[in-house]
């Protein structure tokens, strides 16, 4: 027999599944009326508490869904220490977060997560790209759903995602101040929204400066949309753009196998400051997103969700900063770091 969850409660009285969790702790929020209904509820479908001085401790609380395809796991913890993240921010609200990593295969078929089926959670976060297809089956069964990582035009959905455009118009930018003319993207546009994005404010850095053209992206990803070595240009760019740090990583590590240097052969500037532009040698220039203030967002959107079923916040765009290291190149012969 499968337990009885908040929401369970919630969508047989047509109430929120925040205002269920208010009234059965013992918290404000809700009228006597209101709680007094809520309990009987409750009780009538054995959904099982202790009782406490504080008013009630249940065994179960919110639970709130983490979903990520492995292609987007599997060798990247850039995913890992999000989740990480967000447990804490649900932590504060004594919300409880759950992780699954839905198979390439369970993507194809359309497999219900087993934390749906089982109805463990009240609400998902999507994190990271999933086929629209998937989507559109999450959506079809009700669930609230936030992205984060990620959007999609066509789910009216909040979505909390960092600043691609500005982040890469600004290392863009960095590199031109620096004297770099010949620079070029890499990352795979058609993988995601978001380094679509990344490719918009590289382009835009670019036309700005007088550019009639831009060059086209070097694609980094090979059919399962896993990261692999790019085909180096020959000649080699003054400089590289890359839509992530872990590309940025394995493409300095490229280049030293094929006998270049970086920076005095060849520039390397990344998108997120996670581990990998730390670990580099050259350490790597990067646009550093906010995490923690993505984190937040995304916590505080679901739950206001879970209150107010008509609740919408949008895309939600969280900034960053560039973070200056030892990847660049100097071509104008001016030594002196500065701000961009």
Do not use: W
Not at 38 to 49: L, P, R, S, T
Not at 83 to 102: G, S
Not at 116 to 124: A, E, H, P
Not at 175 to 201: C, E, P, Q, W
């Amino acid at each position: 027999m499968k337990k009885v969850t908040m929401s369970d409660i919630a969508e047989e009285l047509g109430l929120s599944t925040v205002s269920v969790s208010k009234a059965l702790s013992g918290k404000e929020g809700v009228s006597d009326a209101i709680r007094e209904q809520i309990k009987v509820k409750a009780f009538e479908m054995g959904y099982k508490y202790n009782s406490g001085s504080k008013g009630l401790k249940f065994e179960q609380g919110l639970s709130i869904g983490v979903l990520v395809s492995e292609t987007f796991i599997a060798d990247n913890t850039y995913y890992t220490m999000l989740y990480q993240k967000l447990v804490k921010c649900f932590a504060k609200h004594e919300v409880f977060c759950i992780l699954e990593i839905v198979t390439r295969a369970d993507e194809k078929k359309l497999r219900t997560p087993s934390m749906i089926d089982n109805k463990k959670v009240d609400g998902v976060i999507i994190m990271g790209k999933m086929s629209r297809e998937y989507t559109g089956m999450l959506a079809e069964i009700g669930v609230p759903f936030v992205f984060m990582d990620s959007y999609d035009e066509a789910f009216m959905t909040d979505s909390i995602v960092s600043d691609g455009v500005y982040g890469t118009y600004m290392l863009t930018r960095y590199l031109l101040k620096k004297g770099h003319r010949d620079i070029r993207f890499v990352g795979d546009v058609h993988a995601t929204n978001s380094i679509m994005d990344r490719y918009l404010g590289y382009t835009k850095a670019l036309l700005e400066s007088g550019f009639t053209e831009c060059p086209k992206p070097i694609v980094d990803r090979n059919a399962d949309d896993l990261l692999v070595d790019i085909v180096l240009p020959d000649p080699l760019p003054e400089a590289f753009v890359c839509n992530c740090d872990e590309e940025g990583f394995m493409l300095v590590n490229q280049l030293k196998e094929n006998g270049f240097n970086v920076p005095d052969d060849c520039s390397v500037v990344v998108f997120d400051d996670f581990v990998y532009a730390k670990l580099s040698s050259p350490a790597l220039t990067a646009f550093a997103v906010d995490v923690d203030m993505m984190c937040d967002a995304a916590a505080n959107s679901m739950l206001r969700k879970l209150d107010d079923s008509e609740y919408k916040t949008g895309i939600r765009i969280v900034g960053g900063e560039l973070v200056e290291r030892d990847s660049v190149r100097d071509r104008t012969g001016n030594n002196n770091k500065e701000n961009v």
